[in-house]
């Protein structure tokens, strides 16, 4: 068993990248087990085959890297892997026939059906939730938002040119949140822009205790 304390926390940027393929191939070549311990979740995501994830010393949850990502079992872990990380905004649970609406602010969303089924079920009709949606799944494509049933308006805070994608900052009811779209987007800082949420890949989360009611 190798045991490895951060081995790459400080190399730079480039070196770490290419450190990281150099450990990966090295496991692979070994076939040895690798207790490996980060706070670069990126290490963990690429590197792990299976992640412990802890806060305060204690484990939070532990699964293999796209479970992880796709059905965080709380808060923390939401918000801990993928970057830039999860949005969290508060949601008002409105029964409406057999489905449910979500309220934010001024906005009525539809929630899918899974969702609002477990969402009912478990007597958040009335409640406040938090939904949990990532950056890749809110997007400004002229095409996705006029045929989506989700949408909200919003102005560009920060516009950040990454190269392949382009992170766009705005605040929607007084949440902060994050889309990742497109490089050849035409939204620039400042601009009012409409954005369509994939209601299909929402999470929800208690207020309460922060674990997930969806998982």
């Known amino acids: 068993v190798f045991l490895m304390d951060e081995p790459l926390s400080n190399l730079d940027a480039k070196l770490r990248v290419q450190m990281r393929t150099e450990i990966s191939k090295l496991h692979e070549r070994l076939g040895a087990t690798i207790i490996y311990v980060t706070h670069d979740q ?3 995501m690429t590197l792990g085959t ?11 949850q532990v699964d293999t890297p796209q479970h992880l990502y796709d059905n965080p079992i709380n808060l923390f872990v939401a918000g801990f892997i993928g970057s830039p990380q999860m949005n969290f905004i508060d949601a008002t649970v409105k029964k409406n026939g057999s489905g449910a609406d979500l309220i934010v602010g001024n ?58 994608e382009v992170f766009l900052y705005f605040d929607l009811e007084g949440f902060p949140c994050t ?7 035409a939204s620039k800082m400042g601009n009012t822009v409409k954005f369509a949420l994939n209601m299909e890949m929402t999470h929800f989360f208690d207020k309460e205790t922060e674990l997930s009611i969806t998982y």
């Open 179 to 185: 889309a990742r779209v497109d490089p050849h987007t």
């Open 107 to 164: 906005y009525v969303l539809k929630a899918p059906a899974d969702k609002a089924k477990v969402l009912l079920e478990k007597g958040y009709d009335g409640k406040t939730v938090i939904m949990g949606i990532r950056p890749e799944n809110i997007t400004d494509d002229p095409e996705v938002v006029a045929e989506s049933k989700a949408t909200v308006e919003a102005k560009v805070n920060v516009y950040e040119l990454l190269g392949a």
């Open 50 to 60: 299976r992640i412990v994830v802890m806060k305060d010393g204690i484990v939070q």
């Open 42 to 44: 990126t290490e963990a």
